[in-house]
């Protein structure tokens, strides 16, 4: 069971900027996609953002294209998002994931415990 821990998220004005991080232990295998989901309070889980082990394929949720930026350190065995322009509407648990396919609708087995985001002025 690959353990995934998130940390970076906080509280942020309009317009700013925050970097969210996720750390994997345990069986991490190469191979493996990992990427980020998030949810706000009565929405569905939404897809952020996916990258492959080697990071040559990238895939974006529409909502946040240009915005945010996904990358990877296998070395370390890490995945960070780099969340720019932010909006109100990015306030949610952002949730670490990976499994051999992660993909909008279809996001791998392995969770972490989320990490808050709130954008507010």
């Known amino acids: 069971q690959v353990h995934l821990v998130e940390s970076g998220g906080g509280l942020v004005q309009p317009g700013g900027s925050l970097r969210l991080s996720c750390v994997a232990s345990?069986?991490?295998?190469?191979?493996?996609?990992m990427g980020w989901f998030r949810q706000s309070p009565g929405k569905d889980r939404e897809f952020v953002a996916a990258i492959s082990w080697s990071g040559m394929s990238i895939l974006y949720g529409d909502a946040v294209k240009g915005r945010f930026t996904i990358s990877r350190d296998n070395a370390k065995n890490t995945v960070s998002l780099q969340m720019n322009s932010l909006k109100p509407e990015d306030t949610a648990v952002y949730y670490c994931n990976t499994g051999t396919i992660v993909v909008p609708g279809s996001p791998g087995p392995n969770w972490g415990q989320g990490t808050q985001v709130t954008v507010s002025s």
């Open positions: 345990g069986p991490t295998d190469s191979g493996r996609t």
